[in-house]
């Protein structure tokens, strides 16, 4: 365990039988885990960036990903660490931090359309439709696709946080995308940039609110917006509620830096 003291909230991560962080670029307090084959300047992780357009979009490709089933959220599982039902998934992850986000009066569109269901394969596909047909009508250049991490699947990796006295909160993670695979992605340094801004200020008000980024030679979708990405919420051992509660320390930290 390791706990922390700063800006006035304690902060403890909390996990058992965690796996093992691993990480090979900082800047500052920020962790990256670079697997692509580019070299990370100090230019390209410094997050110079201004957000002027503060319109947001949610939405989730792997709609059905779910968590251990608790008292609290009890359900039953249609796959492994999966349902249908949407008040059980990641799908309720997002529709929390939309309500979280509107509470600091941000426009926030957020998809709860299915699109890794009835068919998993082509859910990148279907979702990056999902977000064209979004921005037809909203300008937006906050794009997040929210997931679960999917890791393994163990119900013993519950990557967790422990924020003031009482609130236990699943730990977060970038996931940022590249053009190292190929694909057309201009802009996934700016979008690299947003991930370090945000977590730069997490690590100032809830220090091991989030693991270290993921740079990856994957493109997801992130060629859809300047400050685009994926935030993975908890792990499969973790509860919804535990990931619901981390919307609201994520939406303190976002409205932080985009107000």
């Not at 163990?154 to 009482?166: H, N, Q």
């Amino acid at each position: 365990m390791r706990g922390v003291q700063e800006a006035g909230v304690k902060t403890e991560v909390i996990t058992n039988n965690p796996i093992t962080e691993s990480y090979n670029v900082e800047y500052g307090k920020v962790k990256i885990k670079n697997g692509t084959d580019y070299t990370l300047t100090q230019e390209m992780l410094t997050p110079d960036i201004t957000i002027e357009n503060k319109n947001i979009v949610l939405f989730h490709t792997h709609s059905c990903e779910s968590y251990t089933s608790s008292e609290v959220y009890p359900y039953t599982p249609t796959g492994n660490y999966r349902t249908t039902d949407l008040n059980f998934t990641v799908t309720r992850v997002g529709t929390e931090l939309e309500t979280q986000l509107k509470q600091y009066n941000y426009n926030v569109v957020h998809s709860t359309d299915y699109h890794d269901y009835p068919a998993y394969n082509g859910s990148y596909t279907r979702s990056l439709k999902t977000v064209q047909n979004i921005l037809q009508t909203t300008s937006a250049d906050i794009i997040i696709d929210v997931h679960r991490d999917a890791i393994g699947s163990r119900s013993d990796y519950a990557p967790t946080v422990k924020i003031g006295d009482t609130d236990e909160a699943a730990q977060l993670m970038f996931v940022i995308g590249t053009n190292a695979g190929g694909l057309w992605h201009p802009n996934w340094n700016q979008n690299l940039k947003f991930a370090i801004k945000i977590q730069e200020k997490a690590e100032e008000m809830y220090p091991g609110l989030f693991k270290p980024i993921m740079l990856t030679k994957s493109r997801y979708n992130q060629h859809t917006g300047k400050y685009a990405s994926i935030i993975e919420v908890g792990a499969t051992g973790n509860t919804l509620e535990q990931c619901l509660t981390s919307m609201k320390y994520l939406a303190k930290v976002m409205n932080e830096v985009i107000q």
